[in-house]
Each structure stands twice: as structure tokens, then as C-alpha cells.
């Protein structure tokens, strides 16, 4: 049973989005665009309630791929606003009748998009994934429960009471944006079990979280992965290209999902492109690169790969390597190591890159490009609450659309069944 406190969350978002699913377009981009600027105006609030949260993970020894999840500048904040800004740019799915069939008992059926209700989002560590959250949520008619991580407590309580006062202000309820603010993780267990008032859970964070949530909620969940994402150089790949594309994947930055963990070499090409790789990774941006044993006869400077390391999500300076004879067997070995997010080839022959788009089964498939795309706003969502590598009820960045729901709408005049 729930305790009061998560209770009153539950049922004061639940009221919310009762307000939150009939306001029009305009109210809600209206509201938006204020929170933009409100966040803007509140940099210097939040940057010095962020700075309480990063002094205890520093003195705790968090990596530096994870302190940068959670630190915020100016220039975050200002990306947090455009965020919401480009939200609110765009189309509102809310309403929209998708089709509408004449039956021939004189039925006219349609599927409109309507909200979902209520989501919880159980997050770990960035800060940003606060604002994202409730833009999306909102404007496709939803209210939102927010519970992130105990290192990032008081910079998402200063986040979203900018957010909260900003609702207030346009005569919104302020409960279409409820925080968790106790740290306590009883109150994380008590959300999954609260049918009565949330509609869906999105847990966004590491291997951990996400388990741990789908493994225990009743409330149904949209699972997000983690990203042991794989860039294949094929024997036909522009070797210099390739470099170029891992060394973005891999390093551009480090503590994110959409990252390059692992790569998968063609042995034609092998020898010429593992001494580049070894200058331009290992000696140049300082990454440890993870190699089985061909292509440590290659480079002896590469560290012996364990059977795990081809699984890992490292969010850190270190890379996997593997060897194989064949596109096929890169695929295969893809599909097998995957988590289902996102993977690329680099190659410049036309039925391997097809090859591979139809047959790798991950969220996102590239071709001669970075896995750091797969991301709400590179694809033209504004943002994106995460990336589900599972196939019901959304697959890939989670915008707008994949928000809403349907609901079959009939019109008649007096046709009773027989």
C-alpha cells in the first residue's frame, strides 16, 4: 500500500491531468514558451542549487562521465530552453483523427490521439531530463510525476519549482508538474504499484533502474535502454571516415546512451585501419580499447577484451573490439551483443548497407554516420524523455506521438446490432 505522501502525488497529478488533457494549443505553447523563458531567467538559482548537488559527488569520487550528466552551465540551461522551445514549435498530436472508414452498416469509425494521463519518469543523475520531461508530457496532454535520482535532488527541485510557479501563473494547475522529492527509494517501489492514479512508467538510467522497474511495477511500463551501441567498419568502409565517425561516437561524449561502447572490424581491412585506430583513439583521446586476440597481433597495445566487456555500457574512455570475416557475421555478432539501441556501418558498398539496416534489430540503424544522432532533438522532436529499445508500445526516441494514446471514435444515426 501506498504511503500518504505518494498517495496525494498520485492523486494531485491525476486531477491535474484531467485540466492538462483539454487545454487548447495555444494555452499550452503559451505556458511552454514562459517556462523556456523562466528557466532562463533562473540560471543563476539553479546553477547554485546545482553546484550542492556536485560538491557531494565529487567528495564522493563520481566518474567523469557521470558528473557531467549531472552538471549544469548556462549553456545547459540555455539548451533546456530551446528545448521546450521546439516543443512547443511543434504540431500538437492531441486531437488528431488519424483515420476515419464508412462501414457498411452505415458506421463511420475512427482512431483519435488522445493523452495517456498520468506518467512517471524514474531518472538517474541528469538534471535536464526534468524540463524535457514535463514539455513533452505537457503539451501532449499529459501530467507528470518526476522522481530523479538523490545526486541531482536540488537541482531538479529548483528546475521544476521554476516550472510549477510558471504553471501557476497562466492559471494552469501546478500538479501537471509533481516531483518526488523525498530520496527515500521506498517511495520508488510505491510509485510502480500506484495503478490507481499512473497510467505508464518511463524509467530512463542505468541497466539497474531499468530492470529493477520493469521487474517489479504493475503500472505498465515503456522500457528505455541502455546503449552498448556498435559501429562496423566493413572492407568496403572510407577507413578515414570511419575514424573520424568513431572518434565522435565514442568521445564527443562520454556518459551518454546513444555512445559507441563497441566495434566490429572487417578482416580485409584490419591491418591498415587498426594501427590508425590505435593513433587516433588510444594515443590521441586517451581511450583504452578493449581488442580480441587478432587484433592484438595487429596492435599489442590493445588491452585482452573479456567475453563481458562485448556486453558493457561503459560511459567511460573505454572501447570493445572484435574481428570478424564477414558483414553476416557482423550482424550476427550485433544482434547478439546488442542492447537494442543504436548501431552503425561504415561502408561505401550499397547491398552491405542495406543489408545491415534490414537485418540489425536495433531501435536506430545508421549508415556512414555517428550513433550520437539517436536523440529527440536531432530527429526534430525538441526532446525526447528516452529511447526504448523495446517494441510495444513505442521504439526509439520517445516524442510527442509515442505520448499519446488511441481512442476509436464512432458516429452512427440509430443502428442497433442484430
Known amino acids: 500500500m501506498a504511503s500518504e505522501y505518494i498517495n496525494d502525488i498520485g492523486m494531485r497529478a491525476k486531477a491535474a491531468s484531467k485540466i492538462v488533457r483539454n487545454l487548447s494549443t495555444d494555452v499550452k505553447n503559451e505556458c511552454l514558451k514562459a517556462c523556456a523563458q523562466a528557466l532562463m531567467d533562473a540560471s543563476d538559482e539553479i546553477i547554485t542549487a546545482n553546484k550542492k548537488d556536485l560538491e557531494p559527488a565529487k567528495a564522493n569520487g563520481m566518474s567523469e562521465a ?24 511543434l504540431k500538437d498530436p492531441v486531437g488528431e483523427v488519424i483515420s476515419m472508414e464508412n462501414r457498411p452498416n452505415g458506421l463511420m469509425i475512427g482512431k483519435k490521439r488522445v493523452p495517456l494521463g498520468v506518467i512517471a519518469i524514474i531518472y538517474e543523475s541528469r538534471p535536464n531530463v526534468t524540463s524535457d520531461a514535463f514539455a513533452l508530457a505537457f503539451k501532449a496532454g499529459n501530467a507528470v510525476i518526476l522522481r530523479g535520482g538523490s545526486d541531482a535532488i536540488e537541482s531538479i527541485k529548483a528546475i521544476s519549482d521554476v516550472i510549477r510557479k510558471t504553471l501557476t501563473a497562466h492559471d494552469v494547475d ?24 499512473i497510467d505508464v512508467i518511463i524509467p530512463r538510467g542505468g541497466a539497474g533502474l531499468i530492470n529493477m522497474v520493469v521487474e517489479n511495477a504493475t503500472v505498465p511500463v515503456i522500457q528505455t535502454g541502455v546503449g552498448n551501441c556498435h559501429i562496423y567498419v566493413d572492407k568496403a568502409a572510407d577507413l578515414d571516415l570511419a575514424l573520424d565517425i568513431i572518434e565522435n561516437a565514442k568521445t564527443q561524449r562520454l556518459g551518454v546512451c546513444n555512445a559507441c561502447e ?6 580485409e581491412v ?47 574512455k573505454i572501447i570493445s573490439l572484435k574481428i570478424v570475416d564477414h558483414c553476416p557475421e557482423a550482424i550476427e555478432w550485433i544482434n547478439a551483443h546488442s542492447t537494442g539501441h543504436s548501431e552503425a556501418i561504415i561502408s561505401k558498398n550499397y547491398n552491405h548497407a542495406m543489408r545491415f539496416l534490414n537485418e540489425v534489430d536495433s531501435a536506430a540503424v545508421y549508415v556512414n554516420a555517428s550513433t550520437r544522432f539517436t536523440d529527440g532533438g536531432e530527429f526534430g522532436m525538441g526532446a525526447e524523455i528516452g529511447i526504448s529499445t523495446q517494441k510495444l508500445h513505442a521504439r526509439g526516441p520517445l516524442g510527442l506521438q509515442e505520448l499519446t494514446t488511441i481512442k476509436y471514435i464512432i458516429f452512427g444515426s440509430g443502428q442497433i446490432r442484430k
Open 270 to 316: 584490419y591491418e591498415k585501419f587498426l594501427p590508425m585506430l590505435y593513433e587516433r583513439l588510444m594515443v590521441k583521446d586517451g581511450v583504452e580499447i578493449r581488442a580480441d586476440e587478432r587484433a592484438r597481433e595487429i596492435v599489442p597495445e590493445f588491452v585482452p577484451a573479456s567475453d563481458e566487456d562485448y556486453y558493457k555500457e561503459y560511459l567511460d
Open 174 to 197: 501546478a500538479d501537471a508538474c509533481v516531483i518526488v522529492d523525498k530520496t527515500d527509494r521506498t517511495y520508488v517501489n510505491e510509485l510502480l504499484t500506484l495503478n490507481k492514479y
Open 262 to 267: 563497441s566495434l566490429v572490424v572487417h578482416s
Open 66 to 89: 557521470l558528473l557531467d550528466r549531472l552538471s549544469i552551465n548556462e549553456k545547459r540551461i540555455r539548451g533546456m530552453a530551446e528545448g521546450i522551445l521546439t516543443v512547443a514549435s
